[in-house]
Antibody
Framework: QVQLVESGGGLVKPGGSLRLSCAAS????????MSWIRQAPGKGLEWVSY????????YYADSVKGRFTISRDNAKNSLYLQMNSLRAEDTAVYYC????????????????????WGQGTLVTVSS | AIRITQSPSSLSASTGDRVTITCRAS??????LAWYQQKPGKAPKLLIY???TLQSGVPSRFSGSGSGTDFTLTISCLQSEDFATYYC?????????FGQGTKVEIK
């Protein structure tokens, strides 16, 4: 079955760095766009970043632009998020999610809704 | 960024009730809206995409409607396993944005 498993979360001091990983299985990883989405404790969902299937197209939320870097290794079926210059407001559960494919118009393209999601990994930024 | 206003932020209902949750977009988004269910400590689960298309495996008591700026998620007959928080998400334009969530609690 389709599965996404995040790892790499933990406690880090403000200004520090952390690298999250997401291991994908059960589908052809290289065919799909992928995203990171986060959820601060007790709060709603915030989209963080997106990467195309080849890695050639990348988008970031303004809140992380210049500090976070998304990447992927299709040979290893893995997605990554390098997080630098971390701030207290980056504290959240980070989910990786597969970007859907929309074939409703006769041709297929990224649908930009998310399914499935991994179980999440908690990042805590605190001194 | 497109703002999504979701209402109510919480509601109390009983098993068997009909429940309606609304999302309003700050500009027209055609039918580019998805709905998710999240239970405590779990990842969100996709329920509906394209405003009204039920994801495979999701019970038919869930339905979505709307287009343009106003959208609705309806649970026709609330079951015990439906007590959760629900989020809508627009994917008309980047960045994708979510509503603030609606917590459905037991009355």
């Amino acid at each position: 079955q389709v599965q996404l498993v995040e790892s790499g979360g933990g406690l880090v001091k403000p200004g520090g760095s952390l690298r999250l990983s997401c291991a994908a299985s059960g589908f052809t990883f290289s065919d799909y766009y992928m995203s990171w989405i986060r959820q601060a404790p007790g709060k709603g969902l915030e989209w963080v970043s997106y990467i195309s299937s080849s890695g050639s197209t990348i988008y970031y939320a303004d809140s992380v632009k210049g500090r976070f870097t998304i990447s992927r290794d299709n040979a290893k079926n893995s997605l990554y998020l390098q997080m630098n210059s971390l701030r207290a407001e980056d504290t959240a559960v980070y989910y990786c999610a597969r970007v859907s494919v929309d074939c409703s118009g006769g041709s297929c393209h990224p649908g930009n809704w998310f399914d499935p999601w991994g179980q999440g990994t908690l990042v805590t930024v605190s001194s | 960024a497109i703002r999504i206003t979701q209402s109510p932020s919480s509601l109390s209902a009983s098993t068997g009730d009909r429940v309606t949750i609304t999302c309003r977009a700050s500009q027209g988004i055609s039918s580019y809206l998805a709905w998710y269910q999240q239970k405590p400590g779990k990842a969100p689960k996709l329920l509906i995409y394209a405003a009204s298309t039920l994801q495979s495996g999701v019970p038919s008591r869930f339905s979505g409607s709307g287009s343009g700026t106003d959208f609705t998620l309806t649970i026709s007959c609330l079951q015990s396993e439906d007590f959760a928080t629900y989020y809508c998400q627009q994917y008309y334009s980047y960045p994708p944005t979510f509503g603030q969530g609606t917590k459905v609690e037991i009355k």
